[in-house]
């Protein structure tokens, strides 16, 4: 871009305004032209040439005409002109523009999903907003084993030399001489102690027992689909059908291998998850109901009373529903329900069972998050156990979800692998220690594989890491538990001196304060999505999920 500049003297009235200059652009040119007007007149009032001669006057007329054309002054355009010299002005805008720099239409927005917990992070971060896993995480390949801060190579190392060391242990281990069996793809869990069995497809009959035949079908059918939804949250691909099968088997076998003897105990490490699907519906990423199904298989092989707990942080609304009104199934839960705003929405303690089957159904519904230890053994105490020993079952299978684990970004609860070990311990003593274990749902593979670690570790017969003791339970959850001893002493009277003693030792904890509930009550309601970004703290100080002392 140059500036062409162009100098121009007028004369008025017979006086002379000299110098006055002004610029104007014109691209591809850098000369410099002068010009000058004469706007005077002679005695006779005419344009003339003031004392120049004809030839002088033709020659500087010419020199103007030139000077002009060479200048081309602007002139007002109308938008019909602009419009149609658009062309015009941009062959002469693209002749130089060295100068400018275009604007980058596609930006490119990094991101990455964690391995831990696979919430996405955004821009060139290394450790996860969420659960603070480092982006090149082991875990996938050592488990809790492995460093949440950087890719470890010293534990990668030390891990590798203890699965070569244990290998040949491993090799010879066998059902005959284990006590605890695991459902397993991959062997490398506690060599010569545990013992892997063979997964198989469970059939259609099987599946019957437990849902109905259009939802069996329903499934079966995603087979044939690259993919497909049965909610917004719940979806497979070709693969998944077969994937459900092989859990729904692999429990089976488990429950049975169980009651016969053949094994003392057994953890099956299963996907997809099932103690969201009922009777006629797949939901929360469950397809079959594997406990139910393990249920069912216990009874085959002569079990008269199935116990199941369901710790995971959502409640098992299939399996209520399809036990729903039979007394020889116990179904009790310990989820987050905060009056139904939780997912799934069920599980309120007046859930009680229906059609004379009431008081087989047991919840324990928290109110909040951040739920940890002590509000759970605290209600396996006064709860749990009391009615499980009541009950009497022949055998007991857990639905363990690790979710309300420390770290879960889903559960956002605070149970510890010292904890869920402790309730595996409290459970072992029912039923002969029949206990079957089915891994439910979880969302952080650190907080799986430590509690799972811990829970196996009981299974078998190794010592706990920690036994909880001096149990004081939150305020929200004693309440809780109170509330539903309330309703289920009027089915299992045995609770009835547990509930008036806990209110004669802790009655000034269970009195609500309405005044100061008011107060805390939110003037505030934040974003959803506060809970997984970085403002994942103000987001639970806001929602009274964590409370600042």
Known sequence: MVSETVQVSCVTNGGTESNQGFKRKHLGS????????????????????SGRDATSNKDEDTQLENASKKVRLPKELTIQDMYNNQDAFDDEEDEDDSDWEPVQKHIEILKWFCTNCTMVNLGDVFHCDICGE?????ILRHGFYASPFSPAVELIQVESEARVRDKDIWSEASASNCSTAVGLAVAGIFPGKCCPI???EITPEELQMVHSSEHVAAV?????????????????????AQAARLAAGLCADLASAIFSERVKNGFALVRPPGHHAGVRQAMGFCLHNNAAVAALAAQAAGAKKVLIVDWDVHHGNGTQEI????KSVLYISLHRHEGGKFYPGTGAAFEVGSKGAEGYCVNIPW????????????????????????????????SAGFDAARGDPLGCCDVTPAGYAQMTHMLSALSG????????????LRSISSSATSVIKVLLGESRECELENVVPSKAGLHTVLEVLKIQMNYWPNLSSSFEKLQSQWG?????????QAKKRRVFEPPIWWRWSRKQLLYHILTGHFHLK
């Not at 079966?220 to 998944?240: K, L």
């Not at 036990?323 to 039979?326: G, I, P, R, S, Y």
């Not at 109110?367 to 055998?395: E, H, T, W």
């Not at 269970?510 to 100061?516: C, M, P, Q, R």
């Open 30 to 49: 850098d000369e410099q032209t002068t010009a000058s007007c004469h706007n005077g007149s002679d005695t006779k009032g005419d344009i003339g040439t």
């Open 134 to 138: 480092h982006k090149e995480s082991g």
């Open 198 to 200: 063979p997964a198989r």
């Open 220 to 240: 079966e059918i995603t087979s044939q689909m690259f993919s497909s939804y049965f909610t917004p949250d719940t979806y497979a691909n070709e693969h998944s």
């Open 323 to 326: 036990f729903d009104q039979n």
């Open 367 to 398: 109110s909040r998050g951040g739920v940890g230890d002590n509000d759970y053994i605290f209600a396996f105490q006064q709860v749990v156990l009391p009615i499980a020993s009541k009950f009497a079952p022949d055998f007991t299978i857990i």
């Open 433 to 444: 220690g029949k206990l079957l274990v089915i891994l439910e749902g979880s969302y952080n």
């Open 508 to 516: 000034m904890y269970s009195v609500e304060n309405k005044e100061k």
